[in-house]
């Protein structure tokens, strides 16, 4: 058995808590035990680490987590659940193999609470969607509207491919608004408008990532993919400081 930590006890917090005392049965997460809660990360104390996304709001401080990590010899997980939903994998299917031409995923949502980062973080979850879709992305311009009075904010990212081929992402809010998510993929000879429906799945987000996170610890997840993991998050975490420092100049 392993013990585990959690670090933090909001809504993710209690979630995971939960799911480590209810493991999903025949999986790794049936050695995960729960030795207690604390509120800060400590990698530095040589122990392995799971947390949520964005992991640090700016690629600097995420980049000085990974090498900690390396240096001690332990795994730093950061968990992306957006990339487990039904919805999504089917939506993989339906890209996988066409040419992209031209796209936009449009996201809306009500008034974030302070403290939860620049928009470009905040929402990493929609650019993790578009990196694991279209592979590596730069960012060629980005703006930020804000109306203070009003809760409403507005931020614009103009990305390419590493073909040069356009995709704009939009994160939008205001307080109250209904949350929604649009996409506009333009493939060769096929456009999708739609994120395809998809049955909910068995297994529940959290479980489906604790899962994850106990197979690297338990030795089941490969090198390369560990690596290539590594290489994505820090990919979006470095276009999200890119965009806001474009938004702000």
């Known amino acids: 058995m392993l013990g585990a930590v959690v670090v933090g006890v909001g809504t993710a917090g209690a979630v995971r808590i939960r799911d480590m005392l209810t493991p999903l049965a ?36 995420a980049a000085q987590l990974w090498d900690l990590a390396q240096k001690k010899g332990v795994v730093l997980h950061e968990e992306h659940i957006e990339l487990l939903t039904e919805d999504y994998k089917q939506l993989k299917k339906e890209v996988e193999g066409k040419t992209l031409l031209e796209g936009s995923l449009h996201f809306a949502g009500g008034a974030l609470k302070p403290g939860f980062g620049f928009p ?72 999708l408008t739609q994120i395809p429906p998809a049955p909910r799945g068995t297994v529940g987000l959290f479980m489906q990532d604790l899962i994850h996170f106990s197979g690297k610890l338990s030795g089941q997840v490969s090198t390369e993919e560990l690596d290539r993991e590594r290489v994505r998050i820090l990919h979006c975490l470095g276009l999200a400081q890119k965009i806001q420092e474009l938004c702000k100049s």
């Open 120 to 191: 470009a973080f905040s929402g990493i979850a929609r650019l993790s969607w578009l990196v694991d879709l279209f592979g590596e992305l730069s960012v060629r311009a980005a703006t930020f509207e804000e109306d203070a009075e009003q809760g409403y904010s507005k931020m614009t990212a103009q990305l390419l491919t590493s073909d040069s081929k356009p995709l704009t992402w939009i994160e939008e809010r205001q307080a109250g608004l209904p949350r929604t998510k649009k996409i506009n993929f333009v493939f060769d000879g096929f456009t």
């Open 26 to 61: 025949g999986s790794a997460a049936e050695k995960l035990t729960v030795q207690g809660f604390i509120s800060r990360m400590f990698l530095q104390a040589g122990k392995h680490v799971c947390v949520e996304y964005p992991m640090a709001l700016s690629y600097q401080a």
